[in-house]
């Protein structure tokens, strides 16, 4: 029983991982298409594949106060 339970899990699982990571394909797909095409407006896919790939170092931070000196 808990062998069954245990497989049906792994299934899920890999599944699940399957399904995001395919998301993901579809997403950078789209957003590359958009691009080419010279597009404003982006998809929901794209923009969730940009957020979970952004590599966000220091652009997003606000700017410093200079010391006063």
Do not use: N, Y
Request: glycine fraction near 10%.
């Amino acid at each position: 029983m808990i062998l069954v339970l245990a497989s049906i899990l792994a299934v899920f699982l890999a599944g699940s991982t399957c399904g995001i990571f395919a998301m993901l394909v579809i997403g950078i797909h789209a957003e590359e298409r958009r691009v080419a095409r010279g597009r404003a407006a982006s998809s929901r896919a794209g923009t969730a594949s940009r957020r979970l790939l952004s590599t966000r170092t220091g652009d997003d931070l606000p700017d410093r106060v200079p010391a006063g000196r």
